[in-house]
């Protein structure tokens, strides 16, 4: 299995900055992608930002510009550096692992129990 351990959520003023980490474990015997999803009450979730095994990252057009996503391989770590944040970002923001766990396995996506940003003032 995989295990998914987010952190870094919390309450933050619009203009502020967040940075939120994903610690990935488990008998894994391949990583497709890392990916960060948001889900605002009474919306469907949405990707955020994904960043591939080589390296190629994706965002929603909305945090273009102000979220940047990397990894930390040495650490098995994905982190989400959230700049100039805005109430629109209030969201369950949540963990995706695409992965196998065996050579003949079938991708599978994987997911963490979420960390919740809330952008007030």
């Known amino acids: 299995q995989v295990q998914l351990v987010e952190s870094g959520g919390g309450l933050v003023q619009p203009g502020g900055s967040l940075r939120l980490s994903c610690g990935v474990s488990?008998?894994?015997?391949?990583?497709?992608?890392v990916g960060w999803y948001r889900q605002a009450p009474g919306k469907e979730r949405e990707l955020v930002a994904s960043?591939?095994?080589?390296?190629?990252?994706n965002y929603a057009n909305s945090v273009k510009g102000r979220f940047t996503i990397s990894r930390d391989n040495a650490k098995s770590t994905v982190l989400l550096q959230m700049n100039s944040l805005k109430p629109e970002d209030t969201a369950v923001y949540y963990c995706?692992?695409?992965?196998?766990?065996?050579?003949?396995?079938?991708?599978?996506?994987?997911w963490g129990q979420g960390t919740q940003v809330t952008v007030s003032s």
């Open positions: 960043i591939t095994s080589g390296g190629s990252t």
């Open positions: 488990g008998r894994i015997f391949s990583i497709n992608a």
């Open positions: 995706n692992c695409n992965a196998k766990l065996t050579a003949r396995g079938t991708q599978y996506d994987y």
